[in-house]
């Protein structure tokens, strides 16, 4: 035995090619939004952008969410939510300028007395119902960890099948690992405590996924009972 594998060959292992979704079903889509359930979190499927921002600003309401934190995404900012979320009475943090006024990091500061995170996401995984965010500057991770709620907002185009094909996509020669990397699956939680699944204990207790989807036709959207 060497290595293991009887004889010391070990058994090559095919390329992955464009092989694709295994097990997904037809539609990438609609995994996704079974996984991201079976794991806690609520997909919200919608049309265009102008629905986005409607559900964004039901979770809101709903919710009485007095302080928001901010990111930013190509997706995201389509929306241009900033005004109507204020009209509703919600103090927008926009991280972009956030750190300038010396809270950032500051004990009590307006980023941790956050309620809600709204995010842009890079990828949505459709084998696990995961979110991936990569960390820069407009989408720092603490959108996603600090507040009790996120939000992430993305494009049916995002999706990926799994894993694999994230990490292709990011072993691409432009872009490489990013110094951080969250892929988020549900809300957070632990077992730690007398082997229990807690949820809601190191991170957001709930989040939500806004998928713009204008390929097909959706079903209204309804506010999910919490």
Known sequence: MEGNRAGGHPVEVPERGQVGYQGAGGDLLTRFCAELTTAGGQPHIVADTAAATRVVLDLVRSRSIRRLLLGHGG?????????????????VVDVMH????????SPGGVWERAELGLSGVDYLIAETGSVVLASRAEQPRSVSLLPP????????????PDLFDLFSKLDAPKGGLPSNLSIITGPSKTGDIELRLVTGVHGPGEIHVVV???????????EPKV
């Open 212 to 222: 713009i989807d204008s390929e097909t036709a959706c079903a209204p959207y309804s």
């Open 98 to 105: 956030a750190s300038d006024t010396g809270n950032r990091s």
């Open 149 to 160: 709620v996120h939000i992430a907002v993305a494009d049916r185009h995002q999706l990926l």
């Open 75 to 91: 997706v995201l900012d389509s929306l241009m939510i900033v005004e109507p979320l204020r009209v509703a009475g919600v103090e």
